[in-house]
């Protein structure tokens, strides 16, 4: 006689179903967003060089005043250089999240609110607040608590709201602020190839130098750079392979290593997918894939995979990661890729090669190295199913 399933395993499996979808994660990209709106175009690049983009994404809850080009084009005749900017847009930037329905249900009409240049500590006094006032006739002004209690910009409407995480809405006007348009000296210089020295990389330190390529890469830290650095002892095991390479291949392979943008490690951990890097140019891509898997972040190209093993420096603009393995862009050893694989064919009881050769990777990628998530899940689902059917 067949047996009526448990109640408990009948209630345990669409608990399990819930746990195995994908969570919903408050993870934003301002830049993203921004992107699907061109009228926003030149607000949301200044955004990302003046590193709020940044900032902005890694905030749980946050509120940004965004202005159209026409707006922009404003702030920009006054010829700030970007650190004043960078004042003027974190104006925009506040703290709490304002959706637009609520605009209109301030408590006593008006609100104080912090914004991201209080909350850096960079602006001195209150002038970091903005004051947000419902006025008649259904609008809402905005203004600086240190502009003598104007508000010079109003609200013009929601570009994109998820609640209580996001809010982007968009105003008419620049706000304006002597303390944030006051002239802001730029951050002291970072002196890339004596980090890199001094933190275990001084052999690819040298490499960059004696290419010529550190200078691309000092060219990008103030808008951002991101660099991924091979230890001392896996560059110099890396040295023959190095050394074949011609003088223009052995630049592209460094700046391989770049990204010319701020990436913290939480938004590297949020962002996965393909990246562009220093050598990308045109049709030759020069792209790798950062993937991550819990507190592993690993980064793969078509030849071979690296683990990220640490933080070396992070000091925004500039950032520098610690791999284990020289990354192998496919535009330079694509060739070695098919020889590696024939020579694999021709030999299979061969010993496997030390090193970065693309069959180690081949074995890393493709051996028991445990259950992925897909088997993983088929294993439960299985195992529940089963137990409806006794």
Not at 162 to 189: D, K, M, R, W
Not at 238 to 249: S, V
Not at 299 to 325: C, F, H, R, S
């Amino acid at each position: 006689m067949r047996q009526t399933p448990p109640l408990t395993a009948i209630l345990a499996l669409p608990l399990l179903l819930l746990f195995l979808l994908p969570s919903s994660s408050h993870a934003h990209n301002i830049t993203q967003i921004l992107g699907q709106h061109p009228e926003f175009s030149t607000f949301n690049h200044y955004l990302t060089i003046t590193h709020l983009a940044s900032e902005i994404n890694r905030r749980l809850t946050i509120t940004v005043l965004a202005v159209d080009n026409a707006a922009m084009a404003s702030l920009l005749s006054k010829h700030l250089s970007v650190y004043t900017i960078k004042n003027v847009l974190s104006l925009h930037v506040l703290v709490d999240y304002f959706g637009s329905k609520k605009l209109h249900q301030i408590t006593n009409g008006t609100a104080l609110t912090a914004t991201m240049f209080q909350a850096t500590g960079a602006a001195p006094g209150s002038s970091g607040y903005v004051n947000i006032t419902d006025l008649k006739a259904g609008k809402v002004g905005f203004g600086t608590e240190d502009n003598g209690g104007k508000l010079n910009a109003v609200y013009v409407k929601s570009v994109k709201e998820i609640p209580y995480n996001v809010s982007i809405l968009q105003i008419s006007q620049v706000l304006t602020s002597a303390e944030a348009e006051a002239p802001t000296p730029g951050p002291s210089q970072l002196n890339l190839t004596a980090i890199l020295s001094k933190q275990g990389c001084k052999a690819f330190a040298d490499l960059l130098t004696a290419s010529g390529a550190d200078k691309t890469f000092e060219e990008n830290i103030d808008g951002g750079l991101t660099v991924f650095c091979p230890t001392d002892t896996i560059i110099n095991g890396f040295m023959p392979k190095y050394k074949n390479l011609t003088a223009p291949q052995k630049v592209s392979l460094l700046l391989y290593h770049g990204i010319p943008v701020y990436q913290s490690i939480q938004t590297l951990k949020s962002s996965n997918g393909i990246m562009n890097t220093l050598a990308t140019d045109g049709a030759n891509k020069y792209d790798f894939t950062v993937q991550n898997d819990g507190e592993e972040l690993t980064l793969k190209t078509k030849v071979i995979t690296a683990k990220v093993t640490g933080t070396l420096k992070d000091q925004e603009p500039l950032v520098v990661y610690k791999i284990d393995k020289v990354l192998l862009p496919r535009e330079l050893f694509k060739v070695a890729a098919k020889a590696a694989k024939e020579a694999a064919a021709a030999a299979p009881e061969a010993d496997a090669p030390e090193g970065d050769d693309v069959s180690t990777q081949t074995a890393d990628s493709n051996g028991a190295s445990g259950l992925d998530g897909g088997r993983l899940i088929m294993l439960i689902l299985s195992f529940c199913m089963g137990l409806l059917l006794l």
